[in-house]
């Protein structure tokens, strides 16, 4: 049965950081591509980061390009997000989700975990 369970969120101050983990079972990291994506109330889902499951390659939107940094551990069947230098804008719910593909663009990411809350506020 494929799983993805996101935790490590909460309540930080503007500058502040979190590191959220998405464990996983299921299937094997090093095949498929693993993203993090985020949805604040009103707004559209965004993806804010991907690793790629052949390569180890990353990818970063400019929103959070040089302060987020995503991260894996085949060994314990884990992706990190480590989120530093935060900001009021980056409240959301951030979700993990599993690709089709071992890329991180082009295919479809239809597995999603349940999300972990990540409030950035003085």
């Known amino acids: 049965q494929l799983q993805l369970v996101e935790s490590g969120g909460g309540l930080v101050q503007p500058g502040g950081s979190l590191r959220l983990s998405c464990a996983t079972s299921?299937?094997?990291?090093?095949?498929?591509?693993i993203g993090w994506f985020r949805q604040a109330p009103g707004k559209e889902r965004e993806g804010v980061s991907c690793i790629s499951g052949s390569d180890g390659s990353t990818y970063y939107p400019n929103s959070v390009k040089g302060r987020f940094t995503i991260s894996r551990d085949n060994a314990k069947n884990t992706v990190y997000l480590q989120m530093n230098s935060l900001k009021p804008e980056d409240t959301a719910v951030y979700y993990c989700?599993?690709?089709?593909?071992?890329?991180?663009?082009?295919?479809?990411?239809?597995?999603w975990g349940q999300g972990t809350q990540v409030t950035v506020s003085s």
């Open positions: 299921g299937f094997t990291l090093d095949y498929y591509a």
């Open positions: 989700a599993v690709g089709s593909l071992d890329k991180c663009l082009g295919g479809d990411y239809d597995y």
